[in-house]
Nanobody, 127 residues
Framework: QVQLVESGGGSVQTGGSLRLSCVAS????????KAWFRQAPGKERELVAA????????HYADSVKGRFIISRDNGKHTVDLQMNNLKPEDTAVYYC????????????????????WGQGTQVTVSS
């Protein structure tokens, strides 16, 4: 099994920045693509950003392009999300996810692609 633990959430004002971090433990060798999803109250969980195992391929939701950056450190088993110029509509619980499909460059983009999930961290952006 793989355990994912997120950190770095909090409350900021519009235009502020936060950096989320997720560390994996357990059978970390079985994880490949990683991603950040978010879920706002009353809404479905949506993909924010995803990154392939090699780190060379990334995918971003249109709503965060140019503001968020996803990165990973395979040696430390971490995946981070740098969030800049935050907006109230970014308010949500953010979840880290990992895919066990053994692909080096694959960037999985749907919820069903991901096998392991963290518990989530709250991000609140006030206007």
């Amino acid at each position: 099994q793989v355990q994912l633990v997120e950190s770095g959430g909090g409350s900021v004002q519009t235009g502020g920045s936060l950096r989320l971090s997720c560390v994996a433990s357990g059978r970390t060798f079985s994880t490949y693509a990683k991603a950040w999803f978010r879920q706002a109250p009353g809404k479905e969980r949506e993909l924010v950003a995803a990154i392939g195992y090699s780190g060379g391929n990334t995918h971003y939701a249109d709503s965060v392009k140019g503001r968020f950056i996803i990165s990973r450190d395979n040696g430390k088993h971490t995946v981070d999300l740098q969030m800049n110029n935050l907006k109230p509509e970014d308010t949500a619980v953010y979840y880290c996810a990992a895919d066990s499909t053994p692909q080096i460059t694959l960037v999985a983009t749907t919820i069903s692609d991901y096998d392991y999930w963290g518990q989530g961290t709250q991000v609140t952006v006030s206007s």
